[in-house]
């Protein structure tokens, strides 16, 4: 990471791919000044139409790394519609560069994206701002579920009790867990993995293979989904679902019963019928042995089998792995489809039944990696790397000014799982900390060459497990089957350019995802104001800026400010022991870590922002 100051832009704008003359690294890393614009990224911006005092018409743009305010220029027909358009509408705007340093950054009018304020008019704004494609047509579902088959020799999925275990919400299943049902003693068991078998319905460069590759995942936005592949076939025709046949790609394990060891593997083609499907919180209940009403004593023991197993493979992986357990909640938004109204915010915590499923899936992604790479078959890998150590010490940096938290070492996986560890209790502060450790790591990426996965501490690991919303998986499905049939996989540089183009996607995708979820959650938040009133929310102090505090609400798992002219007249001190602001008005002195409480004071939806005051 370079810094570059706003007086060494010399006009570039975030996206942007710039040349950059780096100084000398210091104490604070590297730093240096933009000597050329080599491509410009961001072309068109979503934002909403504002009218500045002086009365010239603007955008303010969703992104927060544009300027809080961009004049809109244009022809007189686009003036005549601003003329007639309310303050606040999301509009769609095309940004003009400035030529030369000094100039000023501009838009041009392109259309109205919502007519409207309320939810489904910000998911339209995120879907255009990061161009995500709209659902699928009735057209494109009709041909969609007329796709026939390739036929491939097909094993019947025998003596194995089958389950899929998905959100309780889940709109396509894709995978499926068995265990033997005819070996129930004896010192291994048979565990299978089975993944619908896309690739016998979409070959390479067939129309939906062409439709899946142009969005690469699908996109779960909250209270919308936009799916990969036409829900026709994705989310029917294909999909896993409890009591019909269908075609899946299978993965069989023999597993040592009391040490978690897989023995061996085998990879076919077959047919099969779920027996149950199940949702996290009922695998869950079976777990505990308290199952839900409505489960019979057949699915509860299976559920129980499999995860006595998968609990011995989970165990023996972070002994022999040091895979980084990194567990944190995540505040989801419980939501119709299509938005009408907000319902809830739903705190979930990773538990039992989700490692039951992540423990197979893995060993599924490991042993078509490891095929894959031992035969030589071009194939997406993928890689995690190593945290930066710039970014290590940054993280330290920052653990320096909380309270009670010793900086750790953080020079192995190990050492990091036993600072996670201490850091998995429930308070906010550690969700703070946890959070900000997450930052350090980098993202995963694609790649044609394998290379180690730091995170999960694997050598060989590929996406194999999720075919109807990830197109990699669908690539490594379609490279087996031609395997399978005795025709020619796709290249190594075919790999490489599949690659770098989901890589890019699946942060797109990651990016509109959180940018939805921030607009909604403060939607909801404003709106609990208004119902309720002034509400009281436990915040932690994550960091003291010039402009005053920057304060995480687990509540609602969003980071907020407060205003530095809301505490009245303050100081910010730097000393051997941290900074701190003494607020004469409060008469307090904080401090990052320190727990206060805060009520909203204003929320804007357009730049995803939410501001507080101080409680009483």
């Known amino acids: 990471d370079v810094f570059v100051p706003r007086r060494h832009l010399r006009g570039a704008v975030s996206q942007d791919r710039?040349?950059?003359?780096?100084?000398?690294?210091?104490?604070?890393?590297?730093?240096?000044?933009?000597?050329?614009?080599?491509?410009?990224?961001l072309t068109e911006i979503a934002g909403t139409f504002q009218i500045a005092k002086s009365g010239d018409y603007?955008?303010?743009?969703?992104?927060?790394?544009?300027?809080?305010?961009?004049?809109?220029?244009?022809?007189?027909?686009?003036?005549?519609?601003?003329?007639?358009?309310?303050?606040?509408?999301?509009?769609?705007?095309?940004?003009?560069?400035?030529?030369?340093?000094?100039?000023?950054?501009?838009?041009?009018?392109?259309?109205?994206?919502?007519?409207?304020?309320?939810?489904?008019?910000?998911?339209?704004?995120v879907m255009t701002e990061f161009n995500l494609l709209p659902p699928y047509d009735a057209e494109a579902n009709r041909r969609a579920a007329d796709t026939q088959p390739v036929e491939i020799n097909r094993e019947p999925v025998k003596n194995h009790f089958t389950m899929t275990i998905d959100p309780v919400d889940a709109k396509d299943f894709d995978d499926a867990i068995s265990i033997q049902t005819d070996s129930n003693t004896g010192d291994t068991v048979e565990i299978g993995v089975h993944i619908v078998d896309l690739a016998a319905y979409i070959q390479p460069g067939s129309e939906l293979d062409k439709l899946a590759a142009e969005r690469g995942f699908?996109?779960?936005?909250?209270?919308?989904?936009?799916?990969?592949?036409?829900?026709?076939?994705?989310?029917?025709?294909?999909?896993?679902?409890?009591?019909?046949?269908?075609?899946a790609h299978s993965?069989?394990?023999?597993?040592?019963?009391?040490?978690?060891?897989?023995?061996?593997?085998?990879?076919?083609?077959?047919?099969?019928?779920?027996?149950?499907?199940?949702?996290?919180?009922?695998?869950?209940?079976?777990?505990?042995?308290n199952p839900e009403d409505g489960l019979d004593k057949q699915t509860v023991q299976g559920v129980q089998a499999i995860w006595a197993i998968a609990a011995k493979m989970r165990e023996r992986r972070a002994e022999t792995e040091k895979f980084?357990?990194?567990e944190i909640p995540e505040?989801?938004?419980?939501?119709?489809?299509?938005?009408?109204?907000?319902?809830?915010?739903?705190?979930?915590v990773p538990c039992e039944s989700h490692h039951l499923v992540e423990e197979f899936m893995l060993a599924a992604n490991v042993a078509i990696a490891?095929?894959?790479?031992?035969?030589?078959?071009?194939?997406?890998?993928?890689?995690?790397?190593?945290?930066?150590?710039?970014?290590?010490?940054?993280?330290?940096?920052?653990?320096?000014?909380?309270?009670?938290?010793?900086?750790?070492?953080?020079?192995?996986?190990?050492?990091?799982?036993?600072?996670?560890?201490?850091?998995?209790?429930?308070?906010a502060i550690d969700e703070v900390v946890v959070g900000l450790f997450l930052r350090t790591m980098q993202r995963a990426t694609y790649s044609a060459k394998r290379d180690s996965h730091f995170g999960l501490g694997k050598t060989h690991y590929s996406h194999f497990t999720s075919p109807i919303r990830r197109y990699p998986d669908l690539f490594i499905h379609q490279q087996l089957f031609a395997l399978d049939t005795g025709n020619a996989p796709q290249s190594k540089d075919e790999c490489a350019t599949v690659a770098a183009r989901c890589t890019a996607l699946e942060e797109n995708n990651d990016q509109a995802y959180y940018a939805a979820l921030d607009r909604l959650k403060i939607r909801y938040a404003a709106r609990l104001r208004?119902?309720?009133?002034?509400?009281?929310?436990?915040?932690?102090?994550?960091?003291?800026?010039?402009?005053?505090?920057?304060?995480?609400?687990?509540?609602?798992?969003?980071?907020?400010?407060?205003?530095?002219?809301?505490?009245?007249?303050?100081?910010?001190?730097?000393?051997?022991?941290?900074?701190?602001?003494?607020?004469?008005?409060?008469?307090?002195?904080?401090?990052?870590?320190?727990?206060?409480?805060?009520?909203?004071?204003?929320?804007?939806?357009?730049?995803g922002t939410i501001d507080f005051n101080l409680s009483g």
């Open 58 to 125: 603007g955008i303010r743009p969703m992104r927060r790394e544009l300027p809080e305010f961009i004049p809109l220029v244009g022809t007189d027909e686009s003036e005549k519609t601003l003329d007639e358009l309310p303050e606040d509408e999301w509009i769609l705007a095309h940004l003009h560069h400035p030529e030369k340093a000094g100039e000023e950054l501009v838009a041009e009018f392109l259309d109205v994206i919502s007519e409207g304020k309320g939810i489904e008019d910000d998911l339209n704004a």
């Open 324 to 326: 980084l357990a990194i």
């Open 370 to 427: 490891t095929e894959l790479d031992r035969r030589d078959v071009p194939a997406l890998y993928r890689t995690h790397g190593e945290p930066m150590k710039s970014d290590i010490e940054e993280f330290k940096q920052a653990l320096a000014d909380l309270p009670g938290v010793q900086t750790p070492r953080l020079d192995s996986r190990r050492a990091m799982n036993e600072f996670l560890k201490k850091h998995q209790t429930g308070r």
């Open 530 to 607: 208004l119902d309720k009133g002034e509400e009281n929310y436990e915040a932690v102090v994550t960091k003291l800026t010039e402009d005053g505090l920057v304060v995480y609400i687990p509540d609602l798992g969003l980071f907020g400010r407060v205003p530095r002219e809301d505490l009245g007249q303050s100081e910010l001190h730097h000393g051997a022991k941290g900074r701190r602001f003494s607020s004469r008005k409060a008469g307090k002195t904080f401090k990052a870590g320190h727990v206060l409480y805060v009520k909203i004071k204003q929320t804007d939806t357009t730049r």
């Open 218 to 247: 699908t996109s779960y936005l909250p209270g919308k989904t936009l799916h990969m592949l036409p829900p026709a076939l994705g989310a029917h025709r294909c999909s896993l679902i409890e009591g019909q046949e269908k075609l």
């Open 251 to 289: 993965v069989f394990f023999t597993i040592d019963r009391e040490t978690g060891a897989i023995q061996e593997s085998r990879r076919c083609h077959t047919r099969l019928v779920v027996d149950r499907r199940l949702s996290f919180e009922q695998a869950q209940s079976c777990i505990e042995n």
């Open 18 to 41: 710039v040349e950059v003359n780096v100084n000398a690294e210091d104490a604070k890393g590297f730093s240096g000044a933009v000597t050329q614009i080599i491509e410009r990224g």
């Open 331 to 348: 505040i989801r938004i419980v939501c119709d489809e299509p938005p009408r109204q907000i319902e809830a915010l739903k705190k979930v």
